[in-house]
């Protein structure tokens, strides 16, 4: 049973548009006569819809969106004026509503309204219950069509034992990938560690890995655990895999097909349980053709191959990752959170990010922060050679080639969401702009794409 709640002031509007709904659409319907007593009525009763009226003596129809707001209340509230100020429509939709409808709207528009608002709440729980399900809520911020493939692979990936080879361009996140295999995997409570091959001096580096008995060099004071045994019973993450030397390479073979590992001076064997996420950013192909990289241990890691995008394949998730970024930078440095202007965004969003990625962009991020005084960071805070720039988006040099669709796919949401931000995310302002016939018809299109304001 579908429930919409009209509040209006004015007894004999509200319940002509409830007996109206209940004769179009067969909604149940409650009526409320002040902003108190539809606030009284969202906490006690289950509504899946509401019409609000904004101009209301005592707590008008503002005070309303921000209480709902406050109690964290999960309604479609659309607003309805008779004044035809659009102006105070516009600043409802800024606090949370839904839409807005003129009073003298046929009754038929104002139920296609009611119908539009509960389909895209029913949708949106849909979307919530499928995260959680799927382990889909992640750090890994987005929902463009190369990312969303991304997580689906992980969910799949995260619980078989076996090895898990990570590839990508420096600063795609690939860290953040063997975080959520862990999560997601068979023991989550169990130990994650991070090892960076590159990093390691050469001479330090199978010490560090299979771990060291006391005597075995010069310098080993004390017997020590290696990376293996550190993450018995969790998963162990190589990054730069490519970078480890031959002699680290052919041990780490012979643990990967035994489970076993013996410290550097020790001749006994000890067990360990340790699922192995590697990642590089290297062609491991090339440097095996190249005698670089050990063509067996190349295979023992290549069982699953995930595929991180670089961010140039993503860029209809850059505002999601601006707002994700501000947020954590704000609160690391301490500062009160900033909003971005719709300009700043869309100039962000054209950038190709080949240098480093989404560390590139974390970057840049914190540098407009650290200049920005006020509470917005405009176009003006953006660094003059990202705002500036008008190279040419590069072809994907990681990863699988783009299906013509994916591509198509990739450029709608760029250009759907870069419109949503220059009109702050007003629907029917969007849909104007972009010379389509209704905001339904762009609500379509944004389902379609994936598309809406809380996307991480």
């Not at 209301?56 to 921000?66: C, I, S």
């Not at 023992?300 to 961010?311: A, E, K, Q, T």
């Not at 299906?403 to 760029?414: L, N, V």
């Not at 931000?421 to 379609?448: C, F, P, Q, Y």
Request: neutral net charge; contains cysteine.
């Amino acid at each position: 049973m579908t429930v919409v709640l009209i509040v209006d002031d004015v007894p004999a509007m509200a319940e002509q548009y409830a007996y109206d709904l209940k004769r179009l659409r067969g909604y149940e319907t409650l009526v409320a006569k002040s902003g108190r007593t539809a606030l009284e009525s969202l906490t006690r009763d289950s509504v899946d819809c509401v019409i609000l009226d904004l101009e209301m003596p005592g707590m008008d129809g503002f005070e309303v969106l921000r209480s709902v707001e406050r109690l964290g209340l999960r309604v479609p509230i659309i607003v309805y004026t008779g004044t035809g100020d659009y102006d105070r429509c516009v600043q409802a939709i800024r606090l949370g509503a839904y839409s807005f409808i003129d009073k003298a709207e046929p009754m038929e528009r104002v139920a296609q309204e009611v119908e539009n608002a509960i389909e895209q709440r029913r949708l949106n729980a849909e979307v919530t219950l499928l995260r959680r399900g799927y382990g889909l809520e992640s750090p890994l911020v987005g929902t463009s069509p190369v990312l969303t493939k991304l997580k689906e692979a992980i969910v799949r990936v995260a619980p078989v034992p076996s090895p898990v080879l990570v590839v990508g361009e420096s600063g795609t996140g690939k860290e953040l990938v063997a975080r959520e295999l862990h999560r997601l995997g068979a023991n989550p409570k169990g130990p994650f560690v991070a090892l960076n091959s590159a990093a390691l001096p050469h001479e330090l580096v199978e010490s560090e890995l299979f771990g060291h008995e006391r005597g075995a060099f010069t310098g080993a004071n004390a017997t020590r655990k290696g990376a293996f045994e550190a993450a018995s019973g969790g998963t162990l993450f190589l990054d730069e895999i490519g970078d480890l030397p031959p002699a680290a390479q052919a041990k780490l073979l012979r643990v990967l097909e035994d489970r076993k590992v013996t410290r550097l001076g020790g001749n006994k064997t000890i067990d360990v349980n340790t699922r192995v996420v590697a990642a590089t950013h290297r062609d491991l192909e090339k440097e095996v053709a190249e005698g670089r990289f050990r063509e067996d241990l190349f295979y023992r890691l290549n069982v699953h191959v995930l595929r991180v995008p670089p961010l140039r394949d993503r860029l209809s998730d850059v505002p999601a990752l601006v707002e994700h970024l501000v947020a954590a930078t704000c609160e690391r440095f301490g500062m009160k959170t900033k909003s971005v202007a719709p300009e700043a965004v869309e100039a962000l969003m054209s950038y190709d990010w080949r240098r480093n990625n989404i560390r590139e962009l974390r970057n840049v991020v914190e540098r407009m922060l650290i200049a920005t005084d006020g509470d917005e960071l405009t176009r003006n805070a953006v660094p003059p050679e990202i705002r500036d720039h008008r190279g040419a988006v590069p072809r994907t040099a990681h990863g699988a080639p783009r299906t013509f669709e994916e591509q198509k796919q990739e450029a709608e949401r760029q250009i759907v969401i870069q419109a949503l931000e220059r009109n702050e995310w007003h629907v029917t302002k969007t849909a104007k702009e972009l010379g389509l016939s209704d905001h339904a018809s762009l609500l379509k299109i944004m389902r379609r794409l994936g598309v809406q304001r809380d996307a991480s």
